[in-house]
């Protein structure tokens, strides 16, 4: 990824990761009327459009916060079709069967295919992580997310009322738990592909 | 499962290894693939659950519902329906007020969440506190601006006294945030403070508003006599059953 330019939309991208309310005002201006009037036009109303730009711009903070995202084409177009894509997936959800929405844009640059295919792997994934996090027993999940949620080891000891060697240790067999469940299951196989 | 190998990777992702381990470390990182996809994979899920439950991400997730409703509701408002009123609309009004009254009444046994929602007011910055985001905290949690209170919570560089993290909590469950103020409120209640009771009462009251009266039910049974909130409390049970 690091051999392709960057394109200028980047700052999008960093706005998002800084939660700078001025740029992600902006994303709601410039690019959401289309996405609503798409999704108007195709089954949905205003309320749909909601959600999908929200889980959309979620799962780009997410895989800029956890991977690092690098955009080598424009947001627009990057953003309006994982958003146009995400609506067929629940329209597909809702009616049990196959729906097809006609294609006026016909071409789509080769650059966004593979950054929309790359964070759509990573939704996956970050639904992967999810599931196998809610498997994980009751006392690693707490303490896992109180040593995420609270700034240092020292704080989720004290807030354990354990030692701070114990929380070490815990979080580090609670989190290679994890891992070995990851690794275990069906689905992280095919995104080793 | 290797519990000395996730001990290492946990030390070399925070640094904590003496300069010949780190050596080591890196060398076996090189010539070992199977070591090597260990630690990456190790490493990917520790930045995923950074991503899940760090406060930045929280903060981001909030202000985004805000930016997102302010933008949707303004269009919705573009459309304004105006209807002209005329005298046997009034009937009709009146009739549908009195079936909406009987209703309401006949739905009024179930106990819900809105009957106990009454917060004590939050004063906890007159302690020579000059945290900003912490007075933000509190003004904004007693106008009832829960996500705001939230957002200003999640600013404060330490809560560190189970008194600000009872009323971040109690902040969260407005916000629907439940699995989150159950970890907080979890951690008051390992504690020994005059919130240990009261977290329980809480606890109860984020199970009942996410309709989970079994669960409910157990945690109320757990506050004791002497507490602030027994009374109500055994009100709560006695409703629920």
Redesign the interface.
């Known amino acids: 990824m690091t051999g392709k330019n960057l394109h200028s939309d980047q700052i999008y991208i960093d706005g ?1 990761l800084q ?1 700078n ?1 001025d740029v ?2 902006t994303i ?2 410039r690019f ?1 009327p289309k996405i ?1 009037n798409h999704i108007r036009n195709n089954s949905g109303n ?1 309320d749909d ?2 959600d999908i ?2 889980e959309v ?2 799962v780009i ?2 895989q800029a ?3 690092g995202l690098q955009l080598t084409c424009p947001f627009d177009a990057y953003f309006f079709l994982l958003c146009k894509r995400r609506w067929l997936n629940e329209l597909k959800k809702r009616s049990h069967k196959e729906v097809t929405i006609p294609e006026h844009l016909v071409s789509i640059d080769e650059p966004v295919q593979g950054m929309v295919s790359r964070t759509e792997i990573f939704d996956e ?2 639904s992967l ?2 599931e196998m ?1 809610q498997k994980l027993g009751e006392k690693c999940r ?1 303490l ?3 040593s ?2 609270t ?1 240092t080891m020292e ?1 989720v000891a004290e ?3 354990v030692s701070y060697g114990y929380v ?2 815990k ?3 609670c ?6 469940m ?2 275990q299951s069906d689905r992280y196989k095919s995104f080793k592909n | 499962m290797n519990e000395e190998l996730y001990i290492g990777f946990e030390n070399y992702l925070n640094n904590e290894m003496l300069p010949e381990e780190k050596l080591d470390f890196e060398q076996r990182l090189q010539n070992d693939p199977e070591f090597r996809e260990y630690f990456r994979l190790y490493a990917e899920t520790t930045r995923f659950l950074d991503t899940s439950f760090s406060p930045e991400t929280a903060a981001f997730k909030e202000n985004l519902k805000a930016i997102s409703r302010e933008h949707f509701g303004e269009s919705l408002k573009k459309q304004p329906k105006v209807i002209s009123f005329r005298p046997w609309q009034y009937a009709v009004a009146a009739s549908i007020t009195i079936l909406f009254g009987t209703w309401f009444m006949m739905q009024s046994n179930d106990p819900e969440y809105n009957d106990f929602n009454q917060h004590e007011k939050a004063y906890f910055t007159e302690r020579g506190s000059e945290d900003k985001s912490l007075k933000d905290a509190q003004d904004f949690f007693n106008s009832k601006e829960y996500q705001k209170a939230v957002v200003s919570f999640e600013k404060v560089a330490v809560l560190d006294t189970p008194e600000l993290q009872y009323f971040y909590a109690i902040a969260l469950i407005e916000t629907n945030d439940f699995s989150k103020a159950a970890v907080v409120l979890n951690s008051i209640r390992q504690g020994n403070s005059i919130y240990k009771d009261k977290a329980t009462w809480y606890l109860a009251l984020s199970e009942l508003k996410q309709h989970k009266t079994q669960e409910c039910r157990s945690l109320l049974k757990q506050i004791p006599p002497d507490a602030e909130d027994f009374d109500k409390a055994q009100e709560l049970l006695e409703d629920l059953d």
């Open positions: 998002l939660n309310s992600i005002q709601y201006k959401v609503k205003d459009a909601q730009v929200q711009l979620i903070y997410n916060r956890t991977n994934k970050q992580f999810d996090f707490e896992l997310q109180l995420f949620v700034k704080e807030k354990l009322n070490r240790k979080k580090s067999l989190t290679g738990q994890l891992t070995e990851i690794r």
